[in-house]
């Protein structure tokens, strides 16, 4: 059985090397690591800053590909006995894969930059490598909406009438979108409303009422929001803030009142990899202080190594650490047929 995991957000002083000082053996001398990252900005910090290291520290190339999380468990199923080496997708992925026997847990001991990881990263009794929170939250246009919101219920109200686009069941941050509107809906803490999916679907098609759409994509999303168009999107801070520090109009509405959502993005490596060796080093790399360091200065996002401090701008960026929830995706992953059904009929 899987255990179900959260704590988040310890730091200290420490630092350790980009990679651990081991001898390249012949396994991982030469050959090809074949990785599929997440998509965007979050792919292209590990396709310019980690790749051309790996490469030149192991000997070996790196076949890369981009995906969602959706479309590489489709693969994990489909080329199980000819896998990638490693995918990159997150928790709410990785509680199913590894039921259906599609992942195999990492082994700590091959890891030495493990031992900086948060506890919170560890996801899936360590099916999982956790390299980033992608955390997601309520993001406004400065120029079309002229006072920041404080609480996700604002959506409902109706001043925000047609101002408001939210993302698709298909993706995670839609299922919490469920999640959120059925802690509005009930009144009662988060741990115990995201369990209460009716109350969320019926509440979201309250919102529905109020002129709210669905999006599609995440261009889709930020054009609405640059825009002004639609002023008031949830959306991915590890997509949006890099575009936020080149002047958009765009803000945060951090700390709210629901919280905020965490999800936490991590390494997974399927039972049939072949290259387990260089896939552990490459894990390992990410995992490394110097590498770490980028997630927040790049992506002003919350960092896997314990040793990495958010900095001032990400934590105004991202609000107080305690304002970050995380969902019991385990729980989440087994009722996600029905609730596609279920949220579908309102906005499909």
Known sequence: ???????????????????????????????????????????????????????????????VQQSVTANMLAMLRTQRDNPPDLMQFSEAGVFAAAQAGLLR??????????????????????????VIDAVHTLYYN?????????????????SSRRRVAIPPITWNSGVRMVTTAAQIATGKPF????????????????????????????????????????????FYGIFINPIIEQGAPIKPAVPLTEGIHGEIVGLNMPVNARNVELAERYVN????????????????????????????RTLELL??????LYADWRFLSEQRSRLTDAWNNVFG
């Not at 310890?10 to 000082?21: G, I, R, T, V, Y």
């Not at 090809?32 to 190339?61: C, K």
């Not at 509440?203 to 002004?228: D, F, V």
């Open 1 to 63: 059985m899987i255990a179900s995991r959260r704590t988040i957000l310890a730091a200290s002083a420490l630092s350790l090397p980009l990679s651990a000082p081991w001898v390249t053996s012949r396994a991982q001398s030469g050959g090809t690591l074949t990785v599929v990252l997440n998509q965007g900005l979050l792919a292209r910090l590990w396709i310019d800053e980690l790749h051309p290291v790996f490469e030149r520290e192991t000997g070996a190339r790196i076949n």
């Open 105 to 130: 847990p990492h082994n700590p001991a091959n890891i030495p930059n493990w031992a900086s990881l948060r506890d919170a990263f560890k996801l899936a009794d360590n099916y999982s490598a956790g």
């Open 142 to 158: 400065t120029r079309a909406q002229t006072t920041q919101p404080t609480a996700w219920a604002q959506l409902w109200d109706p």
């Open 191 to 234: 741990a115990e409303a995201q369990r209460d999916l009716d109350a969320g679907i019926r509440h979201l098609a309250r919102l529905k009422e109020n002129g709210a759409i669905a999006y599609t994509g995440a261009p889709q999303a930020i054009q609405m929001l640059q825009s002004g168009q639609i002023p008031l999107v949830p």
């Open 285 to 312: 790399m990410s995992l490394s202080r110097e590498f770490q360091s980028k997630i927040d200065t790049v992506l002003h996002s919350r960092a896997a190594n314990k040793d990495v401090n958010p900095s001032p």
């Open 319 to 324: 609000g107080p650490p305690d304002n970050i």
